[in-house]
């Protein structure tokens, strides 16, 4: 118990010092996350008007809010679609249809296919990342369950060409990971924006071009689905869609 009071004085004290919390809180950013994307966006261009983007681990929003002020907006209204999923309760953003739900429950992603309605996407993006529990192996394997869903999901709803950014962690299975993107993708980025503390071991792995013939057909009803990398998801459960 001891060192409890006093790691939760430095994280205060850190947040309180970080120029990217306090930018975020000038600009109306919801989390200092908003910088790690604008980053990754300035340098690949990314987001453009008029894609259907789904974003993974959308809560609180701030990425979300970079993707709307990149589409754009046409007389008041979004110049293109975004599908954002948590299974977090997030405040609502004008123009965003958001899902609260988990990704590891098949009966979620079935109805995000459902939204999708069978017109694939351009750009799936994903900051989903487990509660961690402090051991490596553990929080690692549980990121990896979420980076191959993410990569599954992308595989049945991209469009070819389309792109795929996740959040992973650096460690014991990252380089699966990496092969993984690579047969999936043309070319495969790892980025680590300025906005990711140097000390985590948080990355970001960016598949662009999605190969054709990669696409895998969405395997609706299956109850289970088994990604590219082995991991098998899940438990039903319910979803609320508002939009
Ligand atoms: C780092 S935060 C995302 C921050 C967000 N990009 C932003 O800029 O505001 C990670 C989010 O992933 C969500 N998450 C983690 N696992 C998830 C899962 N299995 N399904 C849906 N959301 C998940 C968490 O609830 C959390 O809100």
Same mark, same amino acid.
């Given at each position: 118990?001891?060192?409890?009071?006093?790691?939760?004085?430095?994280?205060?004290?850190? !947040?309180?010092? /970080?120029?990217?919390?306090?930018?975020?809180?000038?600009?109306?950013?919801?989390?200092?996350?908003?910088?790690?994307?604008?980053?990754? /966006?300035?340098? $690949?261009?990314?987001?453009?008007?008029?894609?259907?983007?789904?974003?993974?681990?959308?809560?609180?929003?701030?990425?979300?809010q970079?993707?709307?002020?990149?589409?754009?907006?046409?007389?008041?209204?979004?110049?293109?679609?975004?599908?954002?999923?948590?299974?977090?309760p997030?405040?609502?953003?004008? &123009?965003?249809?958001?899902?609260?739900?988990?990704?590891r429950?098949? !009966?979620?992603?079935?109805?995000?296919?459902?939204?999708?309605?069978?017109?694939?996407?351009?750009?799936?993006?994903? $900051?989903?990342?487990?509660?961690?529990?402090?051991? &490596?192996?553990? /929080?690692?394997?549980?990121?990896?369950?979420?980076?191959?869903?993410?990569?599954?999901?992308?595989?049945?709803?991209?469009?070819?060409? &389309?792109?795929?950014l996740?959040?992973?962690? +650096?460690?014991?299975?990252?380089? +699966?990971?990496?092969?993984?993107?690579?047969?999936?993708?043309?070319?495969?980025?790892?980025?680590?924006p300025?906005?990711?503390?140097?000390?985590?071991?948080?990355?970001?792995?960016?598949?662009?071009g999605?190969?054709?013939?990669?696409?895998?057909?969405?395997?609706?009803g299956?109850?289970?689905?088994?990604?590219?990398?082995? !991991?098998?998801?899940?438990?039903?459960?319910?979803?609320?869609?508002?939009?």
């Amino acid at each position: 118990m001891a060192g409890k009071p006093r790691f939760n004085a430095n994280w205060m004290q850190r !947040h309180l010092n /970080d120029p990217y919390v306090r930018k975020a809180q000038q600009l109306g950013y919801r989390s200092r996350a908003a910088f790690k994307l604008a980053e990754i /966006d300035d340098q $690949d261009k990314l987001i453009r008007p008029g894609m259907c983007i789904v974003e993974l681990g959308a809560a609180p929003g701030s990425w979300t809010q970079v993707v709307c002020e990149r589409l754009g907006r046409f007389e008041g209204r979004v110049r293109g679609r975004i599908i954002a999923v948590d299974m977090l309760p997030m405040e609502a953003l004008e &123009g965003v249809e958001f899902m609260l739900g988990d990704f590891r429950e098949e !009966h979620v992603i079935e109805k995000l296919e459902q939204m999708l309605a069978r017109r694939p996407c351009d750009l799936v993006i994903s $900051d989903m990342a487990p509660n961690l529990s402090g051991v &490596g192996s553990a /929080d690692a394997a549980r990121m990896a369950d979420l980076v191959d869903l993410a990569l599954l999901f992308a595989r049945e709803q991209l469009r070819t060409g &389309g792109c795929l950014l996740v959040k992973s962690f +650096q460690g014991t299975g990252f380089s +699966q990971q990496v092969e993984a993107f690579k047969r999936s993708f043309r070319r495969v980025h790892i980025r680590k924006p300025k906005a990711s503390r140097e000390e985590s071991a948080e990355t970001y792995l960016l598949g662009k071009g999605l190969i054709a013939g990669q696409r895998v057909p969405a395997a609706v009803g299956s109850g289970t689905r088994t990604g590219p990398l082995g !991991h098998t998801a899940r438990a039903r459960s319910t979803c609320v869609v508002r939009g």
